[in-house]
């Protein structure tokens, strides 16, 4: 069995800190679950360009307000407590907070914990592992 309490992830390595953007990763490809889950927040007035080319994310809104915009069509989703969205085609999109986000989010392939964004808002199939 796994335990482990956001407050003592949020004290270790797997607290990953970006400029719009803080993810803490609860569960990693370590731990042999299949899928990795965080606990991510999106700084208010923020957009970050994002685009999971290697990975398929679902995202539950847990406090904090914003929107999704896919870029392929344009298309606005507004994100509030409750929404869930699912980047189940690799989606391009702009993640906009207008409060700060509170974001539960599970990745599969899963993360190893040190990922962060690249010049096109990707994140590596493989990168290094927490400790």
Known sequence: MIV???QEAEQSERRVV???WESTRMLLKQDN???SFHITTIYAGTETHIWYQNHFESVYCISGEGEIETLADGKVYP???GTLY???QHDEHLLRASSELKLACVFN???NGLEVHDENGVYPLEADAVA
Do not use: A, K, V
């Open 79 to 81: 994100i509030r407590p």
């Open 33 to 35: 679950m299949g899928y």
């Open 109 to 111: 392939p899963p993360l």
């Open 4 to 6: 482990r309490t956001l």
């Open 86 to 88: 699912n980047l189940d």
């Open 18 to 20: 970006s400029d719009n």
